[in-house]
């Protein structure tokens, strides 16, 4: 896969070399983004590809390649919209070229803008490239037209689920928890573990009820990993996890154990500390012990353990040899905090 992603911006850098520097620049800029993930996306491809008997291992790594892509182009557009100008400790494609306008004295709020319009562009690019990688794959016409649905369906629902979010942040009403992880697999769980899955049955020319089952084991699994994304965006060991535990309060993201202390008598203690910029450590460590007594901690662990055994319960739906391929993945994909 990770070859697949070399050849492709290779192609691309030359071809915008004959433009000029500095798109060459921005492409280069773009694969940067590309590294250092976990290629969950990828691998799930692989793995049920493989799992139900698919030997075209370099046709597989295209399609996992797409799905990376796609990743790439949801992020860079996600920091735009949160206005961040880092990823994973380094500078996103909106830093840089932020930093790059601030070092030649362009005034800060100048140079955010320029930073932010170029991740724009290179989000279309990689959105764009995921088609294209895809399309490069020789795959049969038919196969070809229902992975394309698939990724059309991946970006439909996340653009619907990004949208869902913003009005979250702008509304004075806590959404319900279930609006809250409807949101979450609108905006994540559909293209991280729903449709890579099913792109890999299709690949291997799976049954329909196949197809199906896999879709449901990663609507199960995509919900159950964000409800723990909203407790490690709390409780995690930021250490462990590289996560921030104060960015999310300081946001006042609507997550689901927020969403479930809305409900509580605790609300109002949390309210007046959720969405403040200037949150200190003490003042979280306020809410994190509001959060625990009111039991919205509690209730975001027990969601996660039961959609997790939705998830394990539509592997029985599969063949065995699958299915014990999968299984493992519910684990790593949980046990992020320990």
Known sequence: MDAALERFF??????????????????TALESSTRGGKRFRPRLVLDAYEGLGGTDLAAAAAVGAGFELLHTALIVHDDVIDRDFTRRGTPNVSGVYRDDATTAGIPIPTAEHRGMSTAIIAGDLALTGAYRIVDGAGLPEAIRVRVHALFDEAVFAAAAGELIDVDFSISPDVPSVDEVIGMERLKTAVYTFEAPLQAGAVLAGAREA????????????????????DLLGVFGD????????????REGKRTVPVAFAATTDAWPGIRRYLGKSDLTDGEAHEVRRMLIACGAETFTRTLVS???????????????????????????ALDRDR
């Open 238 to 249: 930021e250490a462990r996890t590289g996560k921030s535990t104060l960015g999310d309060l």
């Open 210 to 229: 196949y197809i199906a089952a896999l879709g449901d084991f990663g609507k199960e699994l995509g919900i159950a990993y964000q409800a723990m994304d």
């Open 10 to 27: 290779s192609v691309a850098v030359r071809r915008a070399s004959s433009i000029g520097a500095s798109y060459a620049r921005l492409w």
């Open 306 to 332: 039961s959609r997790a055994a939705a998830a394990i319960r539509a592997l029985e739906r599969v063949p065995p040899a699958l299915a014990q391929r999968l299984a493992p993945v519910v684990r790593e």
